[in-house]
C-alpha cells in the first residue's frame, strides 16, 4: 500500500504543472434505478455510463444534498447545504434574485483562480433577476411575469456574475417552465414572441409538466438537450485548440430527464420503454458524445470526468414506468423526488480519473454532491477561508483508494423544498419530521402515491429513525425503540444547524 501511495504522489508531482481538467455532467430527475449499472432490473440501456462506470469509480450511497433541483444545484456550487441561506425556492419563472449571495465562493470561481477556463451549458435553476422597462426587478414567477421583461436590458444572476467564463442556457428548468428561450451570458439574443401552444406537443404520459408561458422562435422542446450538447462541445474544441496548456471546467447541466419527456426524434422509440426511457437512452448517448468529444481531442487521459443527478425520479415518471413498462427510477430505495426517504436523493455518482481513480472500483463511502467542492480544491491544491464549503469534504482519499481509519464524513445532511431536515449517522438515519416530507402519499388517482404508502410503525413519534444497514427500505421506524439514539442524532442536526457547518474549518 506504502508503494501505490508513493505512486499516486508521483503522479500528482508530475502533473503540477498542469492541472486536470475536470468536466461534471448532470442529469436531472435521474434516478438510482435508471441506470443499468445500477440496477441489473433497469429496462433501458446505458451502455455509456455503464462504460464510465467500468472505466472509473461507482458510487453506491452518493446523495443529492437536496430532494429537488434548485437547492441542490446551490450546494453543488458552493459546498453549502442550501437550507443555511434561510431561502426556500424552487424557480419557475423570471422572479430572482440569485440565491448564491454576493461575495460567495463558487467552484466555478475557485478554478477560475487557478486558470482553469469554466463553462456552463444547460439548465442554471439558482434564481436569475429579469427587469421591466423601468429598470425595475419583476417579482412574478408566472406567464404575467415574462411578459414584463425588457429584453435590452442584461440579466442579473446569470452564471457569469459567480465564476463561468462562458454561459449558454436557460434560467429554470428548460421545457417545463415559463420562459422558453436561450440565455447567453447574460444576455437572451432571441426573445420570446409568442405563448407556447400545448396541443402541438406530444401527448403521452410523460408530457404533462410544461407551463403555457412565452417561446422563442429558435427553441424547438425536443432539441434543447442537443443544443446545449453542441455548446459544450464547441467550447471544449475551441479551448483545446487555442489554450491546450491551460485547464478547463465544464458542467454541462442537461434538461434530461426532468419531464416533460421529449426526446429528439432521432431516439423516439429506440429504448423499448416509452418516451420516458427513450429519454434517459438519449441522456446516456450525449454522456457517450461528451467523453467520445475528450477523446477524440486527445485530452481524456487528463481529464476528471464526474456524472451525478440532482434528486431521484419524479412521481409521474416512476408511476407510469412502473405500470407500463416494468422499469423502476428509484429501485431498491423508497420514495421518489421531493421525499426524505432514500428514493428522493440517493442517485448515481461516477467519476472517472485516469491514472488515480482504479477503473471497475466502487466505494460503498457515504458522499454528497456538497463535497465536490472541497474535492477540486484539494485536486487543484487549492485553499479556501472558513466562510466557503461549509457542508464540503474531500474526497480524494476515496477517489485514490486510500486506507481510511474512519469515513470520510462524520455525518450527511439532506433537505426537502421545505427545508426538513434528516441526518445520517453510519447506518442510522434520523429524519426530524413525520411523513415523507414532500409528496402526499394520501393522495390517490392515476398519479396519486397512496398506492406506495407504507404503515407508520411508530405513529405517535414526532420523528422517523432507520437502520439502513437491517432496513434499507425504510419500513420500520426504530424512533421509540432506540431513544438515545434518536436524541443523539436529533443534538447533532441541531448542533450543525446552529455552527453553520457539518465540515471541519479548513486545514483542521
Partial sequence: MKFVLLLLACFHVARADQLPNIVFILADDLGYGDVACYNPGSKIPTPHLDRLAREGMRFTDAHSPATVCTPTRYSLLTGRMCFRTGRSRVFSGVGGPCLIEEGR?????????????????????????????????????????????????????????????????????????????????????????KQIDKSLLPKH??????????????????????????????????????????????????????????????????????????????????????????????????????????????????????????????????????????????????????????????????????????????????KFANTAGEDSFDLTPVLEQAPLKKPIRPYLLQQTFAMKLSIRQGNWKYIDHKGSGGNNYERTGEWGMNQYALPDTDPDAPGQLFNLKNDPGETRNLYSKNPQVSARLKALLEKSKESGRSAPLPGK
Avoid at 161 to 186: M, N, Q, R, S, V
Avoid at 250 to 278: C, I, T, W, Y
Avoid at 327 to 352: L, M
Fill in 205 to 382: 404520459p410523460y408530457a404533462n409538466d410544461c407551463r403555457a408561458g412565452m417561446v422563442a422562435p429558435n427553441f424547438d422542446l425536443e432539441e434543447v438537450d442537443l443544443v446545449f450538447l453542441k455548446k459544450s462541445r464547441e467550447f471544449l474544441s475551441s479551448h483545446v485548440k487555442e489554450a491546450p496548456k491551460n485547464p478547463f471546467f465544464l458542467l454541462h447541466s442537461m434538461q434530461a430527464v426532468h419531464l416533460p419527456s421529449f426526446p429528439a426524434k432521432q431516439f423516439q422509440g429506440k429504448s423499448n420503454s416509452g418516451p420516458h426511457g427513450d429519454f434517459i437512452y438519449q441522456m446516456d448517448w450525449i454522456v457517450g458524445q461528451l467523453t467520445k468529444t475528450l477523446s477524440d481531442l486527445g485530452v481524456a487521459d487528463n481529464t476528471i470526468v464526474m456524472f451525478g443527478s440532482d434528486n431521484g425520479p419524479e412521481v409521474p415518471s416512476v408511476i407510469a414506468m412502473r405500470r407500463d413498462h416494468g422499469h423502476d427510477g428509484a429501485r431498491p430505495w423508497r420514495g421518489v423526488k421531493r421525499d426524505q426517504w432514500e428514493g428522493g436523493h440517493r442517485t448515481p455518482f461516477i467519476v472517472k480519473w485516469p491514472g488515480v481513480v482504479k477503473a471497475g472500483s466502487t466505494s460503498d463511502e457515504i458522499v454528497s454532491l456538497t463535497d465536490v467542492f472541497a474535492t477540486c480544491a484539494a485536486i487543484t491544491g487549492t
Fill in 105 to 193: 465562493l463558487t467552484l466555478p470561481a475557485m478554478l477560475q483562480e487557478k486558470g482553469y477556463a469554466t463553462a456552463l451549458f444547460g439548465k442554471w435553476h439558482v434564481g436569475m433577476s429579469f427587469f421591466d422597462k423601468e429598470g425595475k426587478r419583476i417579482e412574478e414567477q408566472g406567464l404575467k411575469g415574462v411578459e414584463k421583461i425588457d429584453y435590452s436590458r442584461p440579466v442579473g444572476g446569470s452564471p457569469i456574475e459567480f465564476g463561468f467564463d462562458h454561459f449558454y442556457g436557460t434560467a429554470c428548468c428548460p421545457t417545463t417552465d415559463w420562459l422558453y428561450a436561450y440565455i447567453e451570458g447574460d444576455r437572451i439574443p432571441v426573445p420570446p414572441v
